[in-house]
């Protein structure tokens, strides 16, 4: 085996295709052997390294790992975790990608391997909410409650989430993977129910800027990753308001605060605004971050999740500090709204967000816009 393993390697740079590559690591593992896919990923990160590799090393590593992870079998998950743990490959990026290909393809009974044999913490750390958004009470599953409930892990940035699924998370849309490929469905764009539209003769007060730079940073925590690694726009702002704001005015007044995405609204182009249940602004802000923009695949589940929450928290305009309970009880109490114009602002292709959310004494309005094109 060392001997067809150090062949492939040597020979990878001169390939045109890597096809045949990936038949023979697939004959391998559909006859049991998944230690040989593993040991090729090491030996190909060994070899090649984790950073500017050449083409075909991250294609036929990312084929290794996604057949290892996604395939029926004990053995599978063991060696999907024996390859994304070994030291010649480890990195976070890594390990919430592998947590996601594995809480998507297996049940959490046959996942124990990665609390109780060797895993990073990060992965673990993913892994269990990666579960715990697919719905699995992981405090009642053994071989996972006992590390998921450890006190040793509240230092961890996920470990402020709760270890279960709110209601407002039952919708999140989780990518589908296969050995080729994977799926996600992409729920932007405003609501089509309960639209609301501009009133010509609404009495809107006045409003004054409150926006801060940690605030801004905060709401966009979602869609961060649009900007920073696509070619995404954001626009998080926050507006005090003189009176309180009839819920039914806020589209006129979404075009008195001279917003940049809504540039040109009404005038040339129609504004787009319904009433969106919190949920649906939930399943927005978690798809944003955990699938990413255009030329980006963001932040998967786990951390998708907590971005989610603190872009939620930050538009709610919930306390410092609040736990995702209290979180949750504020962001209730708000009106939440999204919106949508066909402005130059938007890229208009598949990539869009608008929210627009009330608070509960109707004096304060947060917005938040992103787009991303291709």
Same mark, same amino acid.
């Given at each position: 085996m060392a001997d067809e393993i150090q062949k492939i390697v040597t020979g990878l740079p001169d390939l045109k295709s890597v096809t045949d590559v990936w038949a023979v690591v697939d004959g391998r593992v559909a006859q049991g052997d998944a230690a040989f896919a593993a040991d090729l990923g090491i030996a190909l990160a060994r070899t090649y390294g984790t950073g500017e590799q050449i083409w075909q090393q991250r294609s036929v590593f990312d084929h290794l790992l996604r057949l290892l992870a996604t395939t029926a079998g004990p053995e599978n998950v063991t060696q999907a975790l024996r390859l994304a743990s070994s030291d010649e490959v480890t990195s976070r990026k890594l390990?919430?990608?592998?947590?996601?290909?594995?809480?998507? /393809?297996? $049940?959490? &009974?046959?996942?124990?391997? %990665?609390?109780?044999?060797? =895993?990073? @913490?990060?992965?673990?750390?993913?892994?269990?909410?990666?579960?715990?958004?697919?719905?699995?009470?992981?405090?009642?599953?053994?071989?996972?409650?006992?590390?998921?409930?450890?006190?040793?892990?509240?230092?961890?940035?996920l470990g402020r989430l709760p270890l279960t699924r709110s209601d407002v998370e039952g919708h999140a849309d989780l990518p589908s993977y296969s050995?080729?490929?994977?799926?996600?469905?992409?729920?932007?764009?405003?609501?089509? /129910?309960? $639209?609301? &539209?501009?009133?010509?003769? %609404?009495?809107?007060?006045? =409003?004054? @800027?409150?926006?801060?730079?940690?605030?801004?940073?905060?709401?966009?925590r979602a869609v961060a990753n649009w900007s920073e690694e696509s070619n995404g726009r954001i626009e998080a702002r926050v507006f005090g308001l003189a009176e309180p704001l009839d819920a039914e005015s806020v589209p006129t007044a979404l075009l008195t605060l001279g917003l940049e995405c809504l540039q040109g609204a009404a005038k040339k182009v129609p504004l787009s605004v319904a009433v969106s249940p919190?949920?649906?602004?939930?399943?927005?802000?978690?798809?944003?971050?955990?699938?990413?923009?255009?030329?980006?695949s963001g932040s998967y589940g786990a951390y998708g999740r907590l971005a989610a929450w603190q872009s939620m928290a930050a538009l709610a305009g919930s306390p410092d500090g609040s736990i995702v309970a209290e979180v949750e009880a504020h962001a209730l109490d708000c009106l939440w709204h999204s919106f949508g114009a066909d402005t130059k602002w938007f890229d208009q292709v598949a990539w869009d967000v608008g929210l627009a959310v009330l608070s509960p004494d109707r004096r304060r309005l947060a917005v938040l816009a992103a787009t991303d094109t291709d």
């Open positions: 390990d919430r990608y592998t947590a996601s290909l594995l809480a998507s /393809s297996h $049940e959490a &009974t046959d996942l124990v391997a %990665a609390f109780t044999g060797r =895993a990073s @913490e990060e992965l673990r750390a993913c892994l269990v909410h990666e579960l715990v958004l697919r719905g699995v009470f992981v405090e009642d599953t053994p071989g996972i409650a006992g590390w998921a409930t450890s006190p040793h892990w509240s230092h961890h940035p050995i080729r490929g994977s799926s996600h469905a992409m729920p932007y764009g405003p609501s089509e /129910s309960r $639209e609301l &539209t501009v009133i010509a003769d %609404a009495r809107i007060p006045s =409003a004054e @800027e409150t926006t801060t730079q940690p605030a801004a940073e905060a709401m966009g919190l949920s649906e602004a939930w399943r927005v802000l978690f798809a944003a971050a955990s699938t990413g923009g255009a030329y980006n």
